[in-house]
């Protein structure tokens, strides 16, 4: 019951929201549904309720991990879009790049989206069953893409175009890898097609036709996922769609594939394939981490910039995970911290695009002094994203290396290392500047309202959610603990 | 009979590979969806369960008009009679054809198949499925990439039939419904597409890049 209300509520909202007229109402609808979902999270995740429609649906501690995270990024993005909403409104705009004018969408159809895109990420976790969670997978493509179409010009039609594309021709080839499993369990006797059925009778699967599977899904969710070479559509579309899309794109959507892949490579590794999943996900990992990082060096936009170091986030995800052990288990915990701070700097870069109109690092200078708390966002969010020691980020990126070290994966922790601290170094040159430097005598954003960018609502849910990164680096709550270890125990992986 | 029926969702492969021709892409991949969805009931000698029936009938329905109908909505007003210049050319698409055709083949002697599988059946299922990809990459109308999606969605339905006993008739609807809501969704951005820039050729789309 609980648990179909939790897919319940965001459903309900979004058919509200094309109902009600007025904004005003509308908008506090958003926030009543963010924070029923809020709440709802944390009393499944607290009672625990017991699978239902047969198994399908189900929340255990993997479930009740990339939940909460979903609920706390949507409830930070639903006050944001309060305010930007409000200051965006439906007029028509003059582009800040190319100076055409253009118009947005209508914001009963922003928000219906955006509460639809919350429901299916939920269905998505929550799925136990393979087809229902290729279904609700594609659905989220399908509610999303109309939230990166938001500003009405060509860039961002371009984006919301290669998206589509890009993830439903990806998502399709893991279809056809949720075909190649049912073939494979052919010889199995009756078998229900759930993650856990799946794993108790991992054995008497064909072995040749899981890895065509593994393999297909990794490339078909891969794709959602923003792994290198298949991230295409991400930077794109992440430096396109209103700043809250692209928080809520990058930490709770992109987790949702990684999840999709993490329950495939569960089966894989009760049925003795572990290793042949292990060596793919290491390799897609490390390549998306150097490809990452060679597009960070000298980044000119400061969102693609962002977008680019999501790629490189989920490198680390998959390589946590195809190191397995320990690994596994601080790649999880780095989902949570990856998810938290890359939410709260999109929020603070959507700020410093209001107060500076313009995406280029090169032309927004001085964020301290001219946005001081956007600023200080800026530059906690960059030490915390880099891995710097109070955060969260800190403590995950560390598990994984010494995951890698103690599996005897000594060359996998040198090139490792060596890409964070490459891509720490580029980041500063590109990132503190920013925040630091000569602020511009008058900001070009700065005729009408001197500042724009520093109301309660656009400031406070960056705030809160690096607070609680910072917070998970001193700290891990017992019950979070607790969570960890039997998530990672669902993949073969280890919590310290 | 099945197979009579395998084989010319095969030849729609080839028009769609080898025609400049919007509309009788159109008409290729609709007929080949409206062939596949008949396939289940066909095997079965027209005496299927209602689990069968409300499949076929949804996917034939879908497939064979809803869709192809949406995208002719969607390209009203665009000129997109032809698809004058593809990225890989007519005659060239045919000989890839051949080449996509021999590793399906290929493909589906080294996979060790159910018994009781009609034999041509995964053989054009992946061909169906490479063809469809190799329409997306090659052409550039959004219609004609669209197309391409709908034949690989062809492609993944076929193979799924082979053992379409093991699917859930949810799980089944659902996926029709997700293809009906990719290719809503694609005609209103093609629609866009067509406004913002009067031509619907993804060429176009080249302002996003590092």
Redesign the interface.
Known sequence: MLTALLIGIPLAGAALALAIRADGARRVLLIGAAAGHAALTGLVCARRPGPIAGGWLGAGDLECLFLAITSALFVAAAVYAVGYLRREGATTHADIEEGMLFRNAPEAVFTACLLLFLGAMTLTILSRHLGLLWVAMEATTLASAPLIFFHRHHRSLEATWKYLVVCSVGIALALLGNFFVVVAAEGAGPLAMTFPALTARAAALQPVWLKAAMALMVVGYGTKMGLAPLHTWLPDAHSESPSLVSALLSGALLNCAFLAILRMTGVCVAAGLGGFAREMLIALGLVSMGLAATFIIAQPDYKRLLAYSSVEHMGILSLGVGLGGVAAGGALFHAVNHSLVKAALFLAAGNLLAAYRTKQAAQTRGALRLAPWTGFVWIAGFLAITGAPPFGTFVSELTILRGAVEGGHVAVAAVYLLLLSVIFVAMAAQVLPMAWGEAPETAPGADGDSRPAEAASAILPSLALLAVALALGCWIPGWLAGTLRGAAQTVGGLWP | MTDILILLAFLTNLKLLGSSRMYACLQATAAQGVLLAALPVVAEGGMADTRLMVTALASGLLKGALLPWLLLRAVRGADVRRELEPLVGYTLSLIAGAGMLAVSVWLAWR????AGTPALLVPVAFFT?MVG?FV?IARRK?AT?VLG?LA??NG?YA??L??AH???L???L??L??VF??VF??GI?IH??NR??DSID?GR????K?
């Open positions: 996979l060790p198949l159910p499925l990809l997306i959004a990439q999606y690989m969605e993944i193979f799924g082979a053992l093991r699917e859930p949810v799980v089944e659902g996926i419904l997700d809501a990719a969704v694609m951005t866009h597409i913002e820039f993804t789309l080249s302002a996003l590092d």
